[in-house]
């Protein structure tokens, strides 16, 4: 069976952004994947915002809490619910968009064609 995969798009030269550039001047390499780990959490979040536990996150993704909780906190790469509780990316939100609203399209075009085959049965 075959295993569903999930895509996202990032900015070809994204370890060049100040903020990233930041990152990686702190935490190197590690620092730089530990991020794009968090982004693929966020991806699998529901409405791409996850729960600020930075233990479950540093136990996931096999690194320290306090790297967790630098990467989130410190570079200005994420934003805050007002309960302060989830964090979320805002970039990564943008670029997610169009690729949600493509599989909206993709779902109404699919229910567009199980009435069409409903009618011609």
Known sequence: MAKETFYFSHDGNARNNEKILALRMKHGAEGYAVYFMILERLMESSDYIHVKDYNVIA?????????????????????FTEDGKSFYSESFNRRMRPLDNTGEQRRLAGLKSADKRDLLV
């Not at 136990?59 to 934003?79: P, Q, Y």
């Open 59 to 79: 136990f996931d993704l096999r690194v320290s809490n306090s790297i967790v909780k630098e990467i989130i906190e410190d570079f200005g790469l994420f934003d």
